[in-house]
């Protein structure tokens, strides 16, 4: 196509393809002026054909700040929360160790408690050991003889409230049996009555068993038994062994 053939067709374009040319020109200057524009350029110097695009753009951005900031509001309640739910651990696992060295600090306590109870028991019972063998030791033995017989039975009337002393019972023995514990009248009126004096202190078997002293044996020829029992009937006879000075 010449050039000379353009300015005669245009001539033939009616109005409404005239318009559309116009305004594909319009457009293109416009996007050759937005082309243009440097990327820092202010708003109020950008062409007026396309005003209102960072109407768009503003909104957008403003949406988008909207949702930074939301986000930023959710992430910082989620951080108080972990911090919340961390301090709590923290103080339950505090009250947890303090409630563990307690419950520990008290087992201890009775534990030593226990123990010293325990200790001081087996102490006790070593002194009471003790004491009984020392209460043993000192418990006098007697000699199986006359002079250990009457020393027994003296012991023996002491403890029983009994008076008597070692001459008064020496003194009639010898007289009554000569110290011969299986000593027996059979010829005198007890006798002849079937019930002989026997023993150290010849005493007759009714008299015996009326004043027979308890923790001796039963028995009329046991040489403590038998000066026990005689010694027992002189006092509530006569007062006391140590006023009898013949039969009695």
């Known amino acids: 196509m010449s050039a000379s053939s353009i300015p005669g ?6 109005k409404t393809q005239k318009l559309s040319v116009a305004g594909i020109s319009a457009v293109a200057a416009a996007a050759l002026s937005l082309s243009l524009v440097p990327g820092n350029a202010e708003a109020e110097t950008e062409p007026q054909a396309i005003s209102g695009a960072p109407v768009v753009f503003a909104s957008a951005a403003g949406s988008s700040q909207a949702k930074t900031i939301q986000a930023s509001v959710i992430e910082q309640h989620s951080t108080a929360e972990q911090l919340i739910k961390a301090s709590d651990a923290a103080k339950a ?9 307690k419950a520990k600090k008290a087992e201890a306590k009775a534990h030593a408690k226990s123990k010293a109870k325990a200790k001081a028991k087996k102490a006790a019972a070593k002194r009471g050991k003790q004491g009984a063998s020392r209460s043993e030791s000192r418990t006098p033995v007697f000699s199986n003889n006359l002079d250990g017989w009457i020393k027994e039975s003296l012991a023996i009337m002491k403890a029983k409230g009994i008076p008597g002393t070692y001459d008064g019972l020496h003194r009639n023995i010898i007289r009554e049996s000569s110290g011969n514990p299986k000593a027996i009248n059979d010829w005198d009126v007890n006798a002849v009555n079937g019930v002989p004096s026997k023993g150290l202190l010849q005493i007759i078997k009714p008299t015996f068993d009326a004043y027979h002293v308890g923790g001796t044996p039963h028995n009329q020829y046991d040489p403590v038994a038998n000066i026990t029992a005689s010694a027992n009937y002189a006092a509530d006879k006569y007062g006391s062994i140590d006023n009898v000075n013949s039969a009695y």
């Open 9 to 14: 067709r245009l001539r033939r374009m009616n």
């Open 93 to 101: 696992k505090k009250a947890k160790a303090a409630s563990k060295a």
